[in-house]
């Protein structure tokens, strides 16, 4: 028998590839959506979406594998998540009871000097993860080719790419 953590691992990663397909298709309509029509407002059941515990499932699929994020013995990291967590967390975003919460630490900052450090919860990353997908897929199609900024697939790298083809092309 699987414990609930081997239940979920299975169900996200290829056991079950639902919450990789419906969700991924629900985004995918989005983005077409937003693409199609860039001027229209975009309200189709957002916010339910972002309950569906498919969606979270999805986001801790993507989170999971950053450094960090599960890292064994630091508490509140995203290795101890199970299936009634995600159906816990996806009722709480229904019912409009969710709130972000963060531990503060002081990290040291040379010899004497300290700095404080915001710790999200694991929750709080899923949460902020399902966000990030859906309005990456709502406003993704809306930037032009030449917008390299927090982009998926783009970075400074390639902002200087571009730069250095389109000078070429000057000479």
């Known amino acids: 028998m699987l414990s ?4 979920l691992r299975s169900y996200v990663s290829g056991g079950d590839t639902e919450a990789k397909t419906n969700v991924g298709t629900k985004l995918n309509k989005l983005a077409e959506r937003s693409s199609s029509f860039p001027n229209q407002i975009i309200d189709r059941e957002l916010y339910s979406l972002l309950c569906n515990p498919l969606t979270l499932i999805y986001a801790y699929e993507n989170i ?14 995203l290795d101890g998540i199970s299936r009634e967590k995600i159906d816990n967390l996806s009722s709480t975003l229904r019912s409009e009871k969710f709130k972000f919460a963060s ?3 002081e990290k040291a900052k040379g010899s004497a000097l ?4 915001s710790i999200a919860r694991a929750m709080d990353k899923i949460v902020q993860e399902a966000m990030r997908l859906i309005l990456e897929a709502i406003y993704e199609p809306l930037f032009k080719d030449c917008s390299h900024g927090f982009r998926p697939n783009r970075s400074c790298h390639t902002a200087l790419k571009q730069v250095s083809l389109v000078f070429q092309a000057v000479q």
Do not use: D, Q
């Open 4 to 7: 609930e953590r081997e239940e």
């Open 103 to 105: 531990r503060i630490k």
């Open 114 to 117: 300290t700095r404080p450090l």
């Open 64 to 77: 999971k594998s950053k450094p960090g994020n599960m890292t064994r013995g630091v508490k509140e990291t």
